[in-house]
């Protein structure tokens, strides 16, 4: 993967606000059941929207999908 954050750097140069809104942030996801995601979850997005569709008819869809709730399903 071409762009991996270095997740110590972030941690060193946060203040300690930042570390705070961090480690609750963290512990509302855990307790809302949500995982961070993982290579294999980023690689199966990678084909969520056609390269060559404009980026414009993506935030369309997507807007679409949050107003409509429920299950969604990627074009």
């Known amino acids: 993967m071409a762009n991996v954050i270095d997740e110590e750097a972030l941690e060193r140069n946060r203040t300690p606000e930042q570390r705070e809104a961090w480690a609750r942030l963290l512990k509302q996801a855990e307790a809302q ?12 997005m990678a084909n969520a929207w056609p390269e060559d569709e404009n980026i414009d008819d993506f935030i369309a869809a997507v807007q679409q999908w949050r107003s409509e709730g429920g299950e969604r399903e990627m074009p």
Do not use: F, S
């Not at 949500?34 to 690689?43: C, F, Q, S, V």
């Open 33 to 44: 059941g949500i995982k961070p995601l993982t290579k294999e979850d980023l690689d199966a």
